[in-house]
C-alpha cells in the first residue's frame, strides 16, 4: 500500500500502476461503514485509493472541526488489511494552499435539510471532492447512503461538470441495535450511546407505520418525533419526508419518500435516513 502526503506524491505512484481505479473518500476514523465501501470497491475495480482527510472547509465550526476523531496509524493498518493500494492523507496547507480561492456550488439540492442546517457545508464537499476526483482520476468513487443528500449533491455535481466516473451508493452499515455507524459515535458518553438508540426505533417506527400502508407525512412525522421524545438527552433538530430526486417537503408519500433526520445528542450531532418505499434501503432495520 503506498502512502502518499502530497499531491505530487499521489500521483507519482498511480502513474506507475494500470487499471480501473475505485476511490473511497473519508475524513478518516474508519470504522466498518467505511470498510464496506473499500470493500466493494475493492470487488468492482483492479485497484483501490483512500482519502484520509478532514475537510475544514464543511465544518461549521471549528471547534467541530478540532475535536473530529483522528486516528491516522490505526486507518493505514485497517486499510492495508483490506488490500487497498493507495492512500491520500495530506496536510490541509496541501488541499488548501495559501490563495486558495476556488470552490463548487452545487444549487438547488444542497438548500434544505443539512445544507439550511449547516450552510456551507455542501460547497465544502462538492469542492474538496472535486479535486479528489482531479487527484486520482477514478473510474469509480463510492459514498454512503448514511450521508443520502451528499450522494444527491455528488451525483448533481459529477453530471453538471462531466466528471468522467461513476457514483457507486453503498447501503448504510448500522450497529446491532440498528445506530448508523459514525466517526461521531466516538464522542457519545455511554448514556448518550444508550439514548441513541431511539433513532433506529424511529425509523423502524416509520417503516412499520408506511409498509402498513400509512402516507400522511405529518403522521409518520409525529410517530417519528414520539419515538425520540422518550429520550431526553435526544434534541431532534429536523425529520423530513421529502421526494427522493428534488428533496422538496411532501404532505403525502405518493411515491418514494427520504425520511432523514438531524438529532443532538450532548455534544454530538447524528443524521441517519431511511427511504420509505424502498425497502432494500431498510438494509438492517427491519427483518
Ligand atoms: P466520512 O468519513 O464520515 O466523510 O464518510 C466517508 C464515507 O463513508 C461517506 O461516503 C459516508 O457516507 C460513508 N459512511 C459513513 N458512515 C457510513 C455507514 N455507517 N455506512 C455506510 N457508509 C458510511
Request: hydrophobic share 45%; net charge negative.
Amino acid at each position: 500500500m503506498q502512502v502518499a502526503e502530497t499531491i505530487a506524491e499521489l500521483r507519482a505512484h498511480r502513474s506507475r500502476l494500470h487499471g480501473s481505479l475505485g476511490l473511497v473518500p473519508t475524513m478518516g476514523s474508519l470504522h466498518e461503514g467505511h470498510l464496506a465501501l473499500v470493500r466493494r470497491a475493492r470487488a468492482e475495480n483492479d485497484l483501490v485509493a483512500v482519502s484520509i482527510f478532514a475537510n475544514p472547509i464543511q465544518f461549521n465550526s471549528s471547534d467541530d472541526f478540532d475535536r473530529y476523531p483522528r486516528d491516522l496509524e490505526r486507518d493505514l493498518q485497517l486499510l492495508a488489511a483490506e488490500g487497498v493500494d493507495l492512500v491520500l492523507a495530506p496536510p490541509v496547507t496541501e488541499i488548501y494552499p495559501p490563495g486558495f480561492a476556488t470552490y463548487v456550488d452545487v444549487g438547488v439540492v444542497t438548500e434544505p435539510l443539512e445544507g439550511s442546517a449547516r450552510p456551507g457545508h455542501f460547497r465544502g464537499v462538492a469542492t474538496v471532492v472535486s479535486k479528489l476526483f482531479h487527484i486520482f482520476q477514478p473510474d469509480r468513487a463510492y459514498f454512503g447512503q448514511k450521508d443520502a443528500q451528499q450522494v444527491m449533491v455528488i451525483k448533481k455535481m459529477v453530471t453538471d461538470l462531466d466528471f468522467p466516473l461513476s457514483i457507486v451508493v453503498v447501503p448504510t452499515v448500522r450497529d446491532q441495535d440498528g445506530l448508523a455507524l459514525s466517526s461521531r459515535n466516538a464522542r457519545l458518553t455511554a448514556g448518550e450511546r444508550d439514548a441513541a438508540s431511539a433513532i433506529p426505533d424511529a425509523l423502524r417506527a416509520a417503516i412499520r407505520l408506511y409498509e402498513e400502508g400509512e402516507r400522511s407525512a405529518a403522521v409518520i412525522r409525529a410517530a417519528v418525533l414520539e419515538r425520540l421524545s422518550h429520550e431526553p438527552l435526544l434534541q431532534p433538530e429536523y425529520v423530513s419526508l421529502a421526494d427522493t430526486q428534488t428533496l422538496r417537503e411532501l404532505d403525502v408519500l405518493d411515491r418514494p419518500a427520504l425520511l432523514s433526520l438531524a438529532v443532538g445528542v450532548g455534544q454530538v450531532r447524528l443524521i441517519d435516513n431511511v427511504m420509505l418505499g424502498e425497502p432494500e434501503s431498510y438494509g438492517s432495520l427491519v427483518g
